[in-house]
């Protein structure tokens, strides 16, 4: 064997690997952030937004399931969608930690919602031109979704940004909460180097000013400003995460857990 | 003062089913505004693709008819059968009428 193509087959693996891990990545994040607003149903303020707020839950679970049914099979190890989702623990999770938040009141939540739908959706736009046609086409379908989420999130955000003293409060303390685990979203690492120089992901450093431009006119709209801290740097998508997914997956995993292999 | 209203105001909503079709009542609910009423009835009324348009309407905004006129309103028409269009024969080609 050649070096060449002896380079060439140790250099598989890794891009693999490097693919493996970035779709559960996008899948964790869909699939942590479905059950943060699961719990909101029989609790959201309105029956209207109650049903609001699990449509959303359930898109996000559909793209979880593509994505980790795909993540599934490159792996090449049996493990199928449902393997991934129930029967691993914290440390081999890789959403990004700001989904993984409780949801404190419905302002938190929506703030929380607003920050990742504004960064799906920079990002599934750029995922459906992925050289990568299956994440393409995932990508494509979850993009159609992903901006009637962004539409819902921002649209609340400005209610309540700007609405009464007390709303305008509430979501400012959120923003000055959660925006330091929107770090997260664009600190390049090994995996996401790899996927950018295949061309089957974007390079954060583009999508992060794309993001800027994209939620700053709905902060200002909203009479919130961005915290001028950066401050501390969350690495969910490394697997190190806070407690609360600890709970959030004994809850989602309890049935597959407590009976394994049980079936509807 | 005047007392904050607690509630949403009412909207109705009307879904077209597909191109072509009419707008049909589907039924309420509570929104802050039109904006939201459509995020509302696209969540409440579409997601079985039930619609392919949404109309809202602020139920306030509708003028309905006064049951107790119902006698002088609608009975005249009881006995006027032939204005049903059932004295003609339809032939065979014409499927939709």
Not at chain 1, 30 to 45: F, K, M, N, T, Y
Not at chain 1, 138 to 148: C, F, G, P, Q
Request: charged content about 25%.
């Amino acid at each position: 064997m050649s070096a060449a193509l002896q380079s060439a087959a140790a250099a598989a693996p890794t891009l693999r690997q490097a693919q493996f891990d970035y779709l559960l990545r996008l899948g964790d994040t869909s699939l942590v952030l479905a059950q943060r607003l699961g719990e909101w149903v029989g609790h959201a303020p309105a029956l209207e937004e109650d049903l609001g707020l699990a449509n959303v839950a359930l898109d996000l679970l559909g793209q979880a399931r593509l994505l980790l049914s795909y993540a599934g099979e490159l792996e090449g190890c049996g493990r199928n969608e449902d393997a991934l989702a129930f029967l691993r623990d914290v440390p081999e999770f890789r959403n990004h930690a700001l989904v993984e938040q409780p949801n404190g009141d419905f302002g938190f939540t929506i703030v929380r919602q607003f920050l990742i739908d504004s960064f799906q959706r920079e990002l599934y736009a750029a995922l459906a031109q992925s050289t990568d046609e299956r994440l393409a086409g995932i990508a494509a379908k979850a993009l159609k979704e992903t901006e009637y989420h962004w539409r819902f999130s921002s649209r609340w955000l400005v209610r309540l940004g700007d609405g009464t003293v007390e709303s305008n409060e509430r979501v400012q303390r959120a923003l000055s909460e959660l925006w330091s685990y929107t770090n997260e979203f664009f600190a390049e690492d090994p995996v996401d180097r790899a996927l950018a120089q295949a061309r089957i992901a974007p390079s954060l450093a583009s999508l992060e000013t794309r993001w800027r431009a994209v939620i700053e006119p709905v902060i200002t709209e909203a009479t919130l400003s961005i915290p001028r801290e950066r401050g501390k740097l969350t690495a969910g998508k490394r697997g190190m995460h806070g407690e609360a997914l600890g709970y959030l997956l004994a809850e989602l995993q309890f049935l597959q857990r407590a009976y394994p292999g049980a079936q509807w | 003062m005047e007392k904050m209203q607690r509630d949403w105001p009412l909207w109705e909503v009307f879904i077209r089913s597909k191109a072509g079709l009419e707008h049909k009542h589907a039924g309420s609910l509570h929104a802050a505004d039109a904006t939201m009423a459509i995020e509302h009835a696209r969540d409440l009324y579409t997601r079985r693709m039930e619609g392919v348009s949404i109309w809202v309407v602020k139920s306030s905004d509708l003028v309905a008819s006064d049951p107790g006129e119902g006698a002088s309103l609608f009975e005249p028409a009881r006995d006027k059968v032939y204005r049903h269009p059932t004295f003609y024969d339809i032939p065979d080609e014409v499927k939709n009428l």
